[in-house]
């Protein structure tokens, strides 16, 4: 097991439905956070060294992963942070589009976590656009590995997981998360069907969790 002293601290942030899930089962978005949920996620990113998200977020969202207006980028010179956090994405197969929005923002390094299955021509693609692209694991990405990787060679001693649902789900497997911040929305439809902030698990591995 790997020492806490190596690894970095590890919060996620999640908005969800009054009845705690996070995205349709289609993965379409779908805004039902508020303002004060985006505010409270600047504030949150305004202290991480580094924000980190899935390839299914990512991918096809117009997020940067940044830490927004000037006044969010004073909180961090304040704390003695760079202004600018470092931007995280995990893509086991490699298959996160190149042409992502988050790429077309260039104000800070963006590295790919991806696992040894991900194919060179997928990896050549990403190094065009990431500042680094680093496998671990064969099939699953081994996060204890990758951290631990993150705290040592990129500096991250804070690090703000932003979902979805399966990232989170991998961090909890590995038992890597400090904290988790849920922001419910008060008056939201409560649907079936609908995706938990933790995903890809069977039952027996959530039962495995507690
Ligand atoms: N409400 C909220 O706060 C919130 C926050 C974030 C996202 N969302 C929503 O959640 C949905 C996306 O969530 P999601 O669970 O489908 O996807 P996700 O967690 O964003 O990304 C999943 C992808 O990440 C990679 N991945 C995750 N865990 C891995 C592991 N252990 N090993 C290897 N690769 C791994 C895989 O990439 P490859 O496919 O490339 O292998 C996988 O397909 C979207 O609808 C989004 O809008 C909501």
Redesign the pocket.
């Known amino acids: 097991m790997a020492s806490k002293r190596d690894l970095p601290f590890v919060y996620i942030?999640?908005?969800?439905t009054a009845d705690g899930k996070?995205?349709?089962a289609n993965?379409?978005?779908v805004p039902f956070?508020s303002k004060r949920d985006q505010e409270l996620l600047l504030e949150l990113r305004a202290s991480a060294d580094a924000v980190m998200?899935?390839?299914?977020?990512?991918g096809p969202?117009p997020v940067n992963l940044g830490p927004g207006p000037a006044k969010y980028r004073k909180m961090r010179s304040r704390k003695g942070l760079p202004q600018y956090n470092l931007r995280v994405v995990?893509?086991?197969?490699?298959?996160?589009n190149p042409r992502a929005q988050l790429f077309r923002h260039r104000f800070s390094p963006i590295i790919v976590l991806v696992?040894r299955r991900a194919p060179e021509s997928k990896l050549r693609r990403l190094r065009e656009v990431a500042d680094e692209v680093k496998a671990f694991?064969d099939k699953?990405?081994n996060?204890t590995h990758a951290l631990r990787w993150l705290r040592k060679k990129w500096g991250v001693k804070r690090l703000l997981c932003?979902?979805?649902?399966?990232?989170?789900?991998?961090l909890l497997q590995e038992r890597l998360v400090d904290e988790v911040k849920r922001r419910a929305a008060q008056a939201q439809i409560v649907k079936t069907g609908w995706?938990r902030i933790i995903?890809?698990l069977e039952h027996r591995q959530i039962g495995a969790l507690k």
């Open positions: 942030n999640v908005a969800t996070l995205a349709p993965r379409h978005f956070g998200s899935g390839a299914r977020t990512v969202m995990v893509s086991g197969s490699g298959n996160l696992t694991g699953q990405l996060f932003e979902g979805g649902g399966e990232v989170n789900a991998g995706r995903s890809g």
